[in-house]
C-alpha cells in the first residue's frame, strides 16, 4: 500500500476505533469507514439470521427504491453465489461481480433487471465480518456506470474486513456487559408461547422452578415441562445456555435504526 494509502487508511482506523463505538452505530461507522477506501454509490449492511430465517438490511444513503428492491432481493438472491451469504465464498476474503459474470453476463440476470437496473447499480462487491455465532454480517458495496474493483481494491477491503471484525467483536464483548432488558414479548416473536416465554424471562432473573411455579401460579412439574420445550426449541441443553441464548437475543434482535426487515421475501 503506497505512504498516501496508507496514511488514508490509519486515519480511517483511528475514526472507526474512535471513543464511543458501541452496537447502535457500529454501522454507521463502517460505512464511513469503508467509504473512506473505495468510492461507491452506495454501502448496504445486512445481517441474516439463518436460525429464524430473518434478513436486515440498511443503506447509507437515502434511496426511495430501497425497500421494493430489497423485497426482490430477498426472493432471489439464493440463487447466486454472489449473493447467497455464505461466509466461506471465495476462501472468506472479499469478492466482487466479476469474479463470477462479466458484465453483459450480469445484466442477463433477473436479480440484476428486478434489483440492480431500478437502483442504478453495475458493480457489487461483499465483504464479510463474523457477527457471532447466529448471525451473519456482509457489507455490500455497490458502484454505477464504473469500472469494477480493482485488484488494489479488494486488498485494501481485505484489510479493512479484518478491522471490521474485530470492532464489531469489540461492540458485541461491551454490550454483553451491559444487562438489556429481556422482555416476554421479545422470546415470544422468537418463537416461545407465551407461558413459556414467562418461564425464559424469570429464570434469566435468577429464579428457581419452585419461585416460578408461585409466580405462574402453576406446578413445578409444569415449569419443568416448559423448561424442558424451551431448551429443545432453541437448542440448548441447560439452564444456563437458556439464559445466555435470551441476553443474546435481547442484544440483536433490534436492526440498527434505517434497516429494512425483507424476512418475508428470503429465499435460501
Not at 213 to 230: C, D, E
Not at 236 to 260: D, E, K, M, S, Y
Request: with cysteine; hydrophobic share 45%; net charge positive.
Amino acid at each position: 500500500m503506497p505512504v498516501l494509502g496508507i496514511k488514508r487508511f490509519s486515519q480511517a482506523c483511528h475514526a472507526l476505533y474512535a471513543p464511543g463505538l458501541h452496537t447502535g452505530n457500529f454501522a454507521a461507522r463502517a460505512f464511513a469507514f469503508l467509504r473512506t477506501l473505495v468510492p461507491a454509490e452506495f454501502i448496504a449492511c445486512g445481517v441474516l439470521e439463518p436460525r429464524r430465517q430473518r434478513l436486515t438490511i440498511g443503506f447509507d444513503t437515502p434511496h426511495p427504491g430501497f425497500a421494493s428492491a430489497m423485497e426482490t432481493f430477498g426472493s432471489l438472491m439464493g440463487n447466486y453465489t454472489l449473493y447467497n451469504w455464505n461466509p466461506a465464498t471465495n476462501d472468506g476474503r472479499p469478492f466482487c461481480r466479476s469474479h463470477f459474470y462479466t458484465a453483459r453476463e450480469f445484466r442477463n440476470l433477473d436479480i440484476y433487471r428486478e434489483v440492480y437496473r431500478p437502483l442504478g447499480i453495475d458493480n457489487h462487491c461483499a465483504v464479510h465480518v463474523p457477527a457471532g455465532p447466529h448471525e451473519i454480517m456482509f457489507f455490500g458495496i455497490e458502484r454505477a456506470r464504473g469500472p469494477d474493483f480493482s485488484s488494489d481494491e479488494l486488498a485494501s477491503l481485505e484489510l479493512a474486513q479484518m478491522h471490521l471484525a474485530d470492532a464489531h467483536a469489540l461492540c458485541r464483548a461491551q454490550a454483553e456487559q451491559v444487562s438489556a432488558p429481556i422482555a416476554p414479548a421479545l422470546l415470544v416473536l422468537a418463537g416461545l408461547t407465551p407461558r413459556e416465554a414467562d418461564t425464559l424471562f424469570w429464570l434469566t432473573e435468577g429464579k428457581s422452578n419452585q419461585e416460578i411455579a408461585l409466580l405462574l401460579r402453576i406446578g413445578v412439574h409444569t415449569v419443568k415441562a416448559h423448561l424442558a420445550s424451551i431448551f429443545n426449541k432453541i437448542g440448548v441443553g441447560n439452564r444456563v445456555a437458556a439464559i445466555l441464548w435470551a441476553r443474546r437475543l435481547a442484544h440483536t434482535t433490534t436492526a440498527p435504526a434505517g434497516f429494512i426487515d425483507v424476512t418475508a421475501r428470503l429465499n435460501l
